[in-house]
């Protein structure tokens, strides 16, 4: 399982305009300027293609901050 | 695991038919001008068509028939099978299948009925007449698929309204003992997600009644009512994109398919990204996956004939080609095809 940092590498690949430095573990993804529902979905499909797990919206919306995400993921792994 | 073969049937034609009505996304006051062309991008929709009122799908799989009929040069009254799907249909009740064997002047000995899916519905609807064909009892048939869905989308919803295009098209199928199209599937459900894409009210379970008008917040800004779609957008975007490329993998794995010597991939015109991700996982080149979804938008059931009509067009009607087909989406709902066509009828795109 990849390491939270590299998750967090991987979840500021996703956002164009944002650089990557400004986003850390306890940044809260979801107040981004650039967030939209279009790069929710290119989260999904990095965390279907890296870690093969499918998240479903509930659990996008329970997540506030990169690690809480990295969290879920970790779960369905386990 | 519901694996499916019919050697002995081919598929000899495909029409598809569109109303003359387009819509520009990039027009729509619905999106923020400044994101306009960003969303255009993502999506990679830029146009739809829309049939205005009074034009329904059966109208557009009927003109679809009508067509194909006349350039196969069939005999109507040799047309043992009409099957209908759709998630538009005429009325609650009869089934539109009745109202289309009369309209096209079928025999009375024509079984006709109609099957509601949408996304995964071609090639649902392809299966069905395939087994029915494959006995040698019913020896030509028609599988008219098609969708409105523009008609029950919310305007009020920038997430699904500039999806929806409408389409009709109609698939001819006969019996051919000796030379059929290798004509395999897989099919799967997951109803967990029943809910992921739905219509809540106008059916049995909720009947519609005044509150069904009303405009709720369904999320994100977005507002619909009761009796237009609502879709769960990344519950059926990460079903996709798990569901689809392991299902064509099953299907080559079950029926010994060597995927790199597969001609096209049809795959549901959903979702640009979708679509791209799943080319990704099985490491296709774009040019095998064929994509018609920039000029009419997602048309539901009717999105993987009607990218066979407008962008394989002349390969299907000049080669022998080895096809895969992948529908997936409401339901949930998924199947694959693979099948084999060789130089098959597939007139120009109507418009009406």
Known sequence: ?78 | MAYLTFPHVAVTGVAACVPKQIEDIRRLDLIPASEREQHVAQIGITQRRVAPEGLCSSDLCYHSAERLIADLGWNKAEVDALLFVSQTPDYILPATACLLQQRLGLPKECLAFDVALGCSGWVYGLSTLAAYVDSGSVRKALLLVGDCPTRNTSPRSTADWPLFGDAGTCTALEFCPDHGGNLCFHLGTDGAGYADIIIPDGGFRNPVQPSSFDYEDVGNGNYATRLQTRMDGMNVFAFALSTAPKSIKRLCERFAVDIDSVDYFFLHQANKMINDNICKKLALVPGRCPSSMNLFGNTSCASIPLTMVTQSAHDLATRRLKNIASGFGVGLSWATAYFETNSITVPQLIEI
Not at chain 1, 24 to 41: G, M, W
Not at chain 1, 50 to 63: C, H, I, N
């Open chain 1, 1 to 78: 399982m990849k390491s939270l940092d590299e998750f967090c590498q991987l979840v500021a690949e996703q956002f164009e305009n944002t650089p990557s430095s400004s986003i850390s573990p306890s940044t809260e993804f979801k107040k981004i300027d650039e967030y939209r529902s279009l790069v929710a979905l290119s989260i999904l499909a990095m965390i279907d293609e890296e870690f093969d797990v499918q998240l479903r919206s509930d659990d996008m919306r329970s997540a506030s901050t990169v690690e809480d995400l990295y969290n879920k993921v970790k779960s369905y792994c386990e």
